[in-house]
């Protein structure tokens, strides 16, 4: 029989699918199964032009048949089969698509199932098969014939017997090698995994005789090997049910088949576009944090089908980082896909649905804040922390969608609030959205420098979490009010009593000079406080750097060469009796007063949770303290 060449591109276009295209050769099973939807698909469109053709959807099967003795795997389906002509041109020549010129031909409204488009997706089989063997009999068509190819040297067609109209694909496994078993893939368990992560949405069934252990009939405790054919795949995606069909247990059901997560969802978010660009997505905010969700390790991105085809497990360009922890899938007809199906072509419609589902999640998440609080607090005690970096990152650039989705913990409420909710209830003399660092609330209540905000009435944001006040600082403002430290030089607070202060600035001058000298470099300036009310001394700054900035900066790796300080100022309360007995003690006994500065400098270390540079000194200095009164 004379053997047929493939025209001369075509070789060297085989060549490279088969060792260039695709990464991952298991995928040669998702080509094969995606060809035969296709080919039952076009049965289905057929009948529904043609009358005199029913499409009877139980008479409609994909089948999997592995054989470990003539190591072959053979995809077989009851679609429209292909004539001689066909098997010549559609399998003859690469890159010719017969499924796509089947969509043409047939102007289909509603055609976009229809998977194949580039007519490549066949060839994926020579990944995994020495020897390709295709028996088809086409619809309407008395002959069957059989199409046979080793790969780059041509293909042979000639008549077969074959009685029931579909095509039947036949692989001759290659042999094995050291970096790949092909016999894997007559494996029962992996043909199953494969089916199910690839091909699990395809719309008829995909059988497989499958071994399982049961019970022996009539004994308790004995079990036998039994064979049946079962259906592999699940059929119908979720996705494509009417909301109203759906119960909320279905989407739970779905996160947990799709091991989305082990916890359960807080909200599910299903949306279903059939605009200019269509397509279904089923996203999840899952209730907890993944174990690695913190570090570099974790991947962000959702499922990506085309037409109910897996084609990327993780896409990282549909989730914006500060949505990292959303899970789901999203499917559409839409995507330009490359050949390969493994990578997006830089693609306008990706982006698109991108910038629909990043509204969509901001949109529900603040309905949940406004409907349903406590799972809001549930959700954000997770995954707050993620959209405070949001805000940070990229230098702001995504503030305005977040900052209405930030809490933080007030004084006054004692528990979390937003910044629309802070703002909002602002007496009319205060200008400024204050807030305190710390490492607890509790310690924050404590602070010092919280006295004459509190004395006013103001309300008190509590950061926590060491990213909080870098989030802040790329926010500026929320409503106009710009946000203050409670701990910076100048509080914004219109002075009652400007004289007094200015006396006493100049009374204590020489006193503050000195303990400024002894101090030497530690601290800007040292001065009377004026937020002070019963503690005797604190720590203010001044400039961008806070203390709890120069912590974070500090801790992190590479910070030995940095070095960054905040401007300190070592803030006295001057009616205190500690202050009253400084004073004396400097009027008589400079080497005293060194000792009593050190020692309120260290307190004002110890009360930033900062660490006493040189703790034996200070314990000394305390010592020597007691042993003089
Ligand atoms: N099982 C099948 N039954 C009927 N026709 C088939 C079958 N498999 C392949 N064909 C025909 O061969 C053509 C080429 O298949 P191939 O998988 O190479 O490309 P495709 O499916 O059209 O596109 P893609 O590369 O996007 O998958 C198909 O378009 C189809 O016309």
């Known amino acids: ?28 099973l998702r080509e094969l199964i995606s060809n ?47 004539t001689e002509e066909e098997l010549e041109h559609n399998l003859g020549t690469i890159a010719k698509s017969g499924s796509l010129a089947f969509k043409q031909q047939n102007e289909m409204k509603d055609g976009h199932d229809i998977i194949g488009q580039f007519g490549v997706g066949f060839y994926s089989a020579f990944m995994v098969a020495d020897e390709v063997t295709v028996r088809s009999k086409a619809l309407g068509s008395g002959k069957a014939f ?87 795949n699940s059929m119908v995606p979720i996705w494509r049910k009417n909301k109203s069909e759906l119960k909320q247990e279905d989407y739970e059901n779905f996160y947990r088949e799709k091991r989305y997560g082990f916890d359960k969802p807080l909200k599910h978010i299903h949306i279903q576009v059939d605009g200019t660009i269509r397509y279904n997505a089923i996203l999840f905010i899952p209730e907890t944090i993944p174990f690695d969700y913190y570090t570099k390790e974790y991947e962000k991105g959702l499922e990506l089908y085309s037409n109910g085809v897996l084609i990327m497990e993780k896409c990282p360009d549909l989730l914006p980082d500060y949505f990292s ?24 419609q990706l982006k698109v649905i991108a910038k629909n589902i990043k509204n969509k ?35 702001g650039q995504d503030k305005d969608v977040l900052q209405d989705l930030l809490m933080f913990y007030s004084s006054k409420e004692k528990k979390w609030v937003t910044l629309d909710e802070y703002v909002s209830r602002m007496p009319e003399d205060q200008q400024y959205i204050y807030y305190a660092t710390g490492e607890t609330h509790e310690r924050i209540d404590k602070l010092p420098q919280t006295e004459l905000i509190a004395e006013k009435g103001y309300e008190i944001l509590y950061f926590t979490e060491d990213v909080d006040e870098f989030a802040i600082k790329m926010l500026k403002s929320y409503k106009d009010k710009e946000f203050k430290s409670v701990a910076s030089g100048d509080l914004g607070i219109e002075e009652d009593d400007n004289e007094t202060a200015e006396t006493e600035a100049k009374e204590n001058k020489a006193l503050f000079d000195y303990m400024k000298e002894v101090l030497s470099g ?29 912590k974070v900066l500090n801790a992190m790796p590479n910070a030995d060469q940095q070095q960054i300080k905040a401007d300190k100022i070592l803030e006295l309360n001057v009616h205190h009796d500690v202050f009253r007995s400084l004073k004396a003690t400097f009027a008589q006994d400079k080497e005293k007063a060194k000792l009593y500065t050190n020692i309120l400098y260290n307190q004002a270390v110890l009360i930033e949770g900062l660490s006493v540079e040189d703790p034996v000194a200070f314990t000394n200095d305390i010592c020597q303290l007691m042993v003089q009164t």
């Open 1 to 28: 029989m004379e053997k047929k060449q493939f025209k001369a591109e075509s070789k060297r276009l085989l060549d490279m699918m088969i060792h260039s295209v695709y990464s991952n050769r298991e995928i040669f």
């Open 36 to 82: 035969a939807s296709d080919a039952i698909d076009k049965i289905y469109y057929k009948a529904l032009t043609d009358e005199s053709l029913t499409f009877d959807k139980d008479r409609y099967y994909i089948k999997i048949i592995p054989n470990k003795e003539n190591r072959t795997l053979t995809v077989l389906d009851t679609g429209i089969g292909m």
């Open 146 to 232: 059989e199409w046979v190819s080793q790969g780059a040297d041509g293909y042979t067609i000639k008549p077969c017997d074959k009685t029931d109209v579909g095509t039947e694909i036949i692989l001759k496994l290659k042999e094995n090698t050291e970096d790949e078993n092909f016999d894997d893939y007559l494996e029962e368990h992996r043909l199953k995994a494969i089916i199910k992560k690839y091909s699990d949405f395809i719309r008829y069934p995909i059988k497989m005789t499958v071994t399982e252990m049961k019970p022996k009939e009539g004994s308790d405790n004995e079990f036998e090997e039994v064979k049946e054919e079962q259906v592999i």
């Open 325 to 348: 922890f959303v899970k789901g899938m999203v499917d559409s007809e839409d995507l330009s896909l490359n050949i390969s199906r493994e990578m997006l072509q830089q693609d306008r």
């Open 361 to 395: 999640i901001k949109k529900e998440l603040e309905n949940l804040l406004k409907h349903d609080r406590a799972k809001y607090e549930t959700f954000y005690r997770s995954f707050g922390r993620q959209l405070k970096f949001g805000v940070y990152n990229e230098f």
């Open 522 to 550: 530690k601290v800007k300036d040292v001065r009377a406080s004026k937020r002070l009310k019963t503690h005797p001394v604190c720590f203010s700054t001044e400039g961008e750097v806070s203390i709890e900035m120069e």
